[in-house]
């Protein structure tokens, strides 16, 4: 065993730390003080080898009879991989550990499905493969990927865990995410994010280091004809950077921005080369009129951190408010995020636009709000790239807004497609309906009216998405409007009660044609009531959820006040018991009875519930006016609410539903 005085002795360059464990030949010098004796020493020669893979065993990494010291190996063992039959192979989701890793010619290392973490330097003379794997590179000393160290250039994923940093001196492609969790990746223009069908490549915002230097982001594109809006994820890259895509010498521009002081479209050409795509700006790209897929590329310094833009509504005839931004980062982001957004002045609603397959200058576009797709298919995740408008609120004009965000809003999503990804739509109080050519069936437009209890009758920002009209020929833009007369792709309404509900429908067409109005999806809560589609000018009133089409011919323009939707609540013939608005309003949400009470006549009042045989189910003391909420757990039914108070009762029939 060593004693206190044993020192290793590098004969090239002097006292060493043990714990590095470099291999070579050392000089050991064991020294000491003896009593009587004086100093003694006694010097020799030791070999420190590291670890060799034997493959003696299979070719698992983890197995200890593989290695020839018996053991898998630790942060500070270097490794040595001859050609031996069985080649190691890293999988199954586990974490294997090395310091220095050398390959010999003949021979391989594998990484699937695995985490490799390598302390130091990585010489390859075989063939290193982590096409399914994770790299990460957490030494304390600068660590060095040189040239064509990985099979095909290409990882998974790369995590950079180094204070002193990382540096690329080649090609590095990388399929799945990099993650800098401390110091600096230097790219030095080598790191390509990839993108294909299956899913495209992302750098995790929630890493604490930087990366430094040009880095490469692809976009996949399942068909490359017509506009897409795009952005871009990098600091100052110019409109160049889509040259290999679209013909900038084309004479009918192919980039277009976006400006809403414009008294006129909005859209202004934008094709000179070295034109900057600034951060949070959105652009509309024409990629062409062929429909193979497109992967398109972008490269630039990384965006990274808090961001913002300041954008306006200067209520113009055309523009009304809208403005063309796009994701900054290069990963997806999460429009819900609870936290690291700054949306002042800003509606709630995103407006996604999807080209057409026919009409390569026009397309459609779909809206997301509060958990709800006017096609069922926009969501609240932004891919990487992705540009969408957003809608400045109403106000005194012109109306500034701020649009911010930080890293805490980007998300870990690999595949996330562009233009949109599916929401999590609440169906229960929701009607989807749409309008098609009835010879274009697939270019059906949809509209939503969905029930909130924080809802009234006019537009809400928060709570309704606007309607951006249609600029495909062969697509109608359906919508409905509210009582001040905004049009609406998505329409929030309040809880109903006894009355009927009547909301006009609008539609704008480019065309004559037969249109087929369709009813695309009903929610429980919905389906419980009377919903009839009339159209005035026929004098034709149909019963949704019994017949679901109505099909008529129409001219090229705008329709109003002639098609309706008619929702009566009180489908079950049973006429409700007085009640005073003034005094309470009492309604059911999804099993939660709510009471707003406006005045308490006397100094208490008292809520109950009762069955239609008169028992009572429930009962509490209400001692101040204000918005209640109750959980009576009641079952599906109709049930009669008292409320009483010293001077005054109220009764009201309501009908509860849990879901």
Not at 330 to 349: E, V
């Amino acid at each position: 065993s060593s004693s206190a005085g044993l020192v290793f002795i590098n004969s090239l360059n002097g006292q060493i730390d043990l714990s590095e464990s470099f291999p070579g030949t050392y000089v050991v010098t064991n020294t000491a003080n003896v009593a009587g004796c004086g100093v003694l020493s006694s010097t020799f020669e030791v070999t420190i080898a590291g670890q060799t893979w034997t493959g003696a065993i299979n070719s698992s990494w983890n197995e200890p009879g593989n290695w020839s010291c018996g053991f898998v190996p630790y942060p500070t063992t270097h490794i040595l991989i001859p050609d031996v039959a069985n080649k190691p192979i890293l999988s199954g989701g586990l974490t294997g550990t090395a310091n220095n890793i050398t390959i010999n010619t003949g021979s391989s290392l594998e990484i699937n499905d695995g985490t490799i973490q390598i302390k130091g330097s990585i010489s390859n003379n075989g063939i290193f493969t982590s096409v399914n794997g994770s790299i990460e590179l957490n030494g304390q000393g600068l660590q060095i990927i040189g040239p064509d160290v990985f099979h095909g250039n290409t990882i998974k994923n790369l995590i950079v865990d180094n204070l002193s940093g990382v540096t690329l001196q080649g090609p590095l492609n990388v399929s799945g995410y990099v993650k800098i969790s401390s110091g600096i990746l230097n790219s030095d223009g080598y790191l390509t994010l990839l993108s294909t069908s299956a899913g495209t490549a992302f750098i995790d915002g929630t890493g604490n280091g930087t990366i430094s230097g040009n880095v490469t982001m692809q976009r996949y594109l399942p068909e490359g004809f017509g506009y897409k809006y795009l952005s871009s994820p990098f600091l100052a890259a110019t409109i160049n950077e889509v040259s290999d895509e679209a013909d900038l010498s084309d004479p009918f521009p192919v980039v277009w921005k976006y400006d809403e002081s414009s008294i006129t479209t909005g859209w202004i050409s934008y094709i000179n080369p070295s034109d900057i795509m600034n951060p949070l700006e959105g652009y509309a790209v024409n990629f062409g009129s062929l429909t193979d897929p497109v992967t398109a590329d972008i490269t630039g310094i990384v965006n990274n951190g808090y961001l913002s833009v300041t954008l306006y509504n200067h209520n113009n005839t055309y523009t009304q408010g809208f403005n063309l931004v796009g994701n900054p980062y290069p990963s997806p982001i999460n429009w819900d995020n609870a936290t690291g957004w700054t949306k002042t002045n800003i509606d709630n609603a995103l407006y996604f636009f999807k080209a057409s397959s026919t009409d390569q200058y026009g397309g459609t576009y779909s809206t997301y709000i509060n958990g709800i797709s006017s096609d069922g298919i926009a969501g609240p995740i932004i891919p990487s790239m992705q540009g969408f408008f957003v809608h400045v609120s109403d106000g005194a004009y012109p109306v500034a807004g701020t649009l911010g965000l930080d890293n805490r809003v980007r998300i870990t999503d690999l595949t996330h497609p562009f233009i949109k990804k599916k929401g999590d739509t609440p169906l229960e109080g929701l009607l989807r309906i749409s309008a098609s050519f009835d010879d274009e069936i697939k270019y059906s437009d949809p509209a939503v009216i969905y029930i909130d209890p924080k809802a009234t009758m006019n537009f809400d920002g928060q709570l309704d998405g606007l309607k951006l009209m249609n600029t495909d020929y062969d697509a109608p833009s359906l919508f409905s409007v509210a009582n001040d007369g905004k049009k609406l792709s998505v329409n929030s309404i309040p809880q109903l009660f006894g009355d009927p509900c009547k909301i006009p429908l609008g539609l704008k067409l480019y065309k004559d044609g037969y249109i087929i109005f369709k009813v695309n999806e009903i929610g429980e809560e919905m389906a419980g009531m009377e919903i009839y589609f009339t159209d005035s000018f026929s004098e034709t009133s149909i019963r949704l959820g019994t017949i679901n089409e109505y099909r008529v011919f129409l001219k090229e323009g705008e329709h109003y006040n002639r098609f309706f939707l008619e929702i009566n609540p009180s489908s079950t013939g049973i006429t409700p018991p007085y009640e005073n608005d003034n005094l309470i309003r009492i309604y059911s949400y999804r099993g939660i009875l709510i009471a707003d009470i406006n005045i308490l006549p006397g100094n208490k009042g008292n809520l109950s519930i009762f069955n239609l045989a008169g028992q009572i189910l429930f009962r509490t003391n209400i001692d101040y006016p204000g918005h209640y909420e109750f959980s009576p757990n009641l079952k599906d039914g109709i049930y009669l609410v008292r409320f009483s108070t010293e001077m005054e009762i109220v009764t009201k029939l309501i009908y509860i539903q849990n879901r």
